[in-house]
């Protein structure tokens, strides 16, 4: 959709978006939603399915954008609808709650319900919105447009999952709410991620840099331009690397394909039913620089090897970090691929090292068990909905 076609929505939807506050909500209705639309995946991936099975009082919507998505969810037998249809939009006016894990884009971006559950996609270190120092180039300046854009955004109340109650207070921070709009509780897509006994040897590595805003430092062509070395080795040592691109670095291409990468380089596309933490089960280590991946695998127990190639720029360019980030994360740092692979053989032979250091910032980033989550997501999002409506 043009960016165009979009500004001239919003100005029609404006009236409607505000008529649709005086039509009465159905308390039952939750809409789900992630990854602006075009993705099955995430928190509200798993609470959806739960709730869809097990919530007999509540009817389930899922809303998306994408139509392979749209079919995969209905052959589940779970209920979902195209997001600017007629019935995505009865659903969407009618529903008392929203359950997305990124911004209202997730859903119907038009037509929010007056309740948002925000079930966020990791937890993180580095600082995020309100937090983190805004780009030099000017883009995050305010504007006209940007003004306009706020006047004709939906209001709502939102409501914010944490892992713990330290990610609580950063999330306040962040997004500028009220402590008492945030609740801890497990994440529901790490509910199935149990630890794992070492492989022998190791076979499996997986490669998950994170979204850069600027423009400077490329992941994947730094990659690529180290594939020789990197290719060498693992042909050596029978190895494979799955290469997962960010979904901001997949969607920024536009268009253009994916990198040329053979051999035992496999490089792993975006989908609209790709889960990322699917792909931990089938590595033995993981290797990433300020992704909150991290802290799902360190639910795994496997060793995990850092590669902040720009970390000095990324420090300056992209708002910094709520920890320092050499002295917090639980693996080696290494400033090229050489000292990554170097890094590897040394974990082949024993897989135990830097294992405390990862028990350390585990038990600050997860404060409950696993296993329940998804009910325990439930159960507040119904709490929250008899205290607001």
């Known amino acids: ?52 099975v097990h919530s007999s009082d ?86 006209w447009r940007s003004r306009v854009n706020a006047m004709l955004a939906p209001r709502y109340t939102q409501f914010f999952l944490a892992a713990s109650s330290l990610e609580a207070r950063r999330m306040a921070s962040a997004f500028q709410t009220p402590v008492n709009q945030i609740f801890v509780s497990g994440y529901p897509r790490t509910d199935s991620i149990s630890v794992q006994a070492p492989r022998d040897p190791l076979r499996s590595l997986l490669y998950m840099p994170t979204f850069r805003r600027t423009a400077g430092f490329s992941p994947e062509q730094f990659l690529v331009d180290s594939e020789k070395e990197v290719s060498a080795f693992l042909n050596t040592h029978s190895v494979e690397l799955l290469y997962k691109p960010h979904v901001h670095a997949a969607r920024g291409r536009k268009g253009r394909s ?3 990468i053979e051999g035992p380089i496999r490089f792993v596309a975006e989908g609209p039913l790709v889960e990322p933490t699917d792909l931990l089960w089938q590595s033995d280590i993981l290797i990433t ?10 639910l795994t127990g496997k060793p ?36 990554v692979l ?3 053989t040394l974990f082949r032979e024993n897989p135990n090292l830097y294992s405390e250091e990862r028990k350390r910032v585990l038990e600050v980033s997860y404060e409950f068990p696993r296993g329940n989550s998804s009910k325990t997501v439930s159960d507040q999002m119904k709490k929250i909905l008899r205290n607001q409506l």
């Open 258 to 260: 994916a990198p040329s």
């Open 304 to 339: 995990i090897i850092f590669a902040p190639f720009d970390l000095e720029n990324y420090v300056k360019d992209e708002g910094g970090f709520y920890s320092d980030y050499e002295s917090f994360v639980p693996g080696p740092l290494c400033k090229d691929w050489s000292e």
């Open 1 to 52: 959709m043009g960016k165009c076609m979009i500004r001239l929505l919003k100005v029609f939807h404006w009236p409607l978006a505000r008529l649709s506050f005086f039509i009465p909500k159905k308390a039952s209705v939750v809409v789900f939603g992630s990854w602006f639309g075009r993705s099955y995946r995430d928190n509200p991936r798993y609470v959806f399915e739960y709730m869809s």
């Open 342 to 344: 170097h890094w590897v």
């Open 289 to 298: 620089d300020y992704s909150s991946i991290m802290f799902d695998f360190l």
């Open 58 to 143: 509540s009817k389930c919507v899922w809303l998306t954008k994408n139509r392979a998505v749209l079919r995969h969810v209905r052959s589940l037998g779970h209920l979902a609808h195209y997001a600017y249809s007629p019935l995505g939009y009865y659903y969407s006016i009618r529903a008392s709650m929203a359950v997305i894990c990124v911004s209202e884009a997730d859903v119907n971006r038009f037509i929010v319900p007056p309740l948002v559950v925000n079930l966020w996609h990791g937890v993180t270190i580095k600082k995020l919105y309100a937090d983190r120092r805004p780009l030099t180039d000017g883009r995050e300046t305010p504007t």
